[in-house]
């Protein structure tokens, strides 16, 4: 059971995130002490006691006489200033998955030219979002690399990047974007990997063709299009009930999703684009339990070309994601960019190529 925060913390908290996000800006004096006793209703002692300590942090300073400002004091006191530059990276998740290849390839990268590396992980969650965009701000990064959480949906940390933008901090995303801000950005191509996957089981004789898809995330929104996109090419119909969505919310019970779609679909589904190689091993455990074969009666293509791919009990046939090199790319940008280059790319898509497995079947046309 989490301990409850003091009152006064919370006034830290609050004042913070109003400052690093740009709400309360450098040098603008913010509400009175007798206005933030009403606002947040506590005592004068209480916000006494938070303003001291975001004094003491360089968030604010007071004026005998005019009251209390935003400093950016705070920059300075960060710890990048060691001598060797201090890159922040923030990704969804950082042991799980293909993310341990993808920070592998930043550090390296940053280690060429003796940059630090600070990580933090979101989990894809919002709010863990804005706590490490707010440690990435008040630690005074040179540069950041971000995955975006939610990619698919409103994000209300926004503001949080456009501080980095107002303060000249170069950053750069993977894996996905937020289609609100103009960011350079390095991508699979993910309409292209959906496609191809597609393409795979229709030109091995597939026609009942479907896709389990995450749809919270720019990469599910994409690989949706791939899909739907090769299936028109073919002249097959897209069929909304042969299409199982899910997000970060309802991932805990995607397994007890696919017990009831793969029960439902057995008589018409043959094959099945899955999200990503991740989802595929979930595919692969379900079929198991209700006894269905794969590939005899249901072929699947994944997508990312992990270690799930390569070490399931059945090698799942997948398509290529960049990784390592991706990591190591993006980490250059923000090198070069610190070094004022000026004419680097602004959008960078890596091509994804098949590889075959042995979860997929050849229908044979009568």
Known sequence: MNAVKPKYQLIIEDIRSHILSGTYKPGEKIPSELVLQETYDVSRQTVRKALLELSNEGFLR?????????????????????GNKTIGVIT???SDYIFPSIIRGIEGRLNEDNYSLLLASTNNDIAQERKALEMMLSYGVDGLIVEPTRSNVYNPNIAYYLSFK?????????????????????????????YLA???????????IGIIAKMDDLQGKFRMKGFIKALGENKLRFQHEHVLAFDTDSKPDLSANLETYLTENRDELTALVCY???VGLEVVNVCRKLGIAIPDDLSIVCQDNSYIAKNANIQLTTLTHPQEQMGRDAADWVIKRLQG?????????????????????VIEVE
């Open 62 to 82: 007071s004026e005998r006489g005019s009251g209390t400002y935003v400093s950016s004091q705070y920059r300075s006191k960060s710890g990048s200033k060691s």
């Open 92 to 94: 969804t998740y950082i």
């Open 276 to 278: 990503n190689d991740e």
């Open 198 to 208: 597609t393409r795979e089981l229709i030109g091995k004789g597939h026609t009942q």
């Open 166 to 194: 107002e303060q000249e901090v170069p950053f750069t995303m993977i894996n996905a974007y937020y289609e609100e801000l103009e960011v350079p950005f390095f991508c699979l191509d993910d309409v292209q990997s959906s």
């Open 341 to 361: 280059k000026k004419d680097l790319p602004d959008k960078t898509y890596y091509q994804p190529a098949l590889v075959e497995g042995e979860t997929v079947k």
